[in-house]
């Protein structure tokens, strides 16, 4: 998608940063960005489908939590070589700012598995995809970070 109102794509040597206006349009072109940055960056596909359902979770818990055309930021940014663990795994960070520094996601008592809920499985498959990942409040808002690791 290139530059077009409400979307403002940034390239960097890792990955690139995002401003976008959440829009079912938008949030179907960062995946698709999400997919052509990794596949040309060599991260497997697992992988890559990984942070396409976690910056997908993260864009939608942020659109319930702040209402439809929320402007975002979304940073996707393979890990170096250098920083990875000795196992030698591949990550990608993700990260997605949005306005609202005191709206905060809530762990809730729903389990991945539970066929009876209708929602709330998403923080739980965050957990599940990205352990340890966090919440920083920043000047103007609030910044979820997290790291996905693959094999």
């Known amino acids: 998608m290139p530059h077009s109102l409400g979307w403002y794509h940034t390239p960097t ?3 690139f940063v995002l401003h976008l206006t959440a829009t079912p349009d938008h949030l179907r072109g960062t995946r698709t960005l999400i997919a ?10 697992d992988l890559a ?5 976690v910056m997908s979770e993260l864009c939608g818990n942020a659109i319930r939590a702040c209402g439809d055309f929320v402007p975002l930021v979304a940073e996707v940014e393979v890990e170096s070589p250098l920083w990875r ?7 990608v960070w993700v ?12 762990r809730g008592g729903v389990q991945l598995n539970d066929p009876e809920a209708e929602s ?7 957990d599940l995809l990205a352990p340890g990942w966090r919440v920083a409040p920043t000047p103007v808002g609030k910044q979820v970070r997290c790291r996905i690791a693959g094999d």
């Open 36 to 45: 052509k940055s990794l596949a040309g960056a060599g991260v497997g596909e």
């Open 49 to 53: 489908h990984s942070v396409q359902l």
């Open 95 to 106: 990260r997605l700012h949005d306005p609202y520094q005191y709206v905060l996601p809530a």
């Open 85 to 91: 663990n000795t196992g030698g795994e591949q990550a």
């Open 13 to 15: 040597p890792t990955g």
């Open 120 to 126: 709330g499985r998403g923080l739980p498959l965050m």
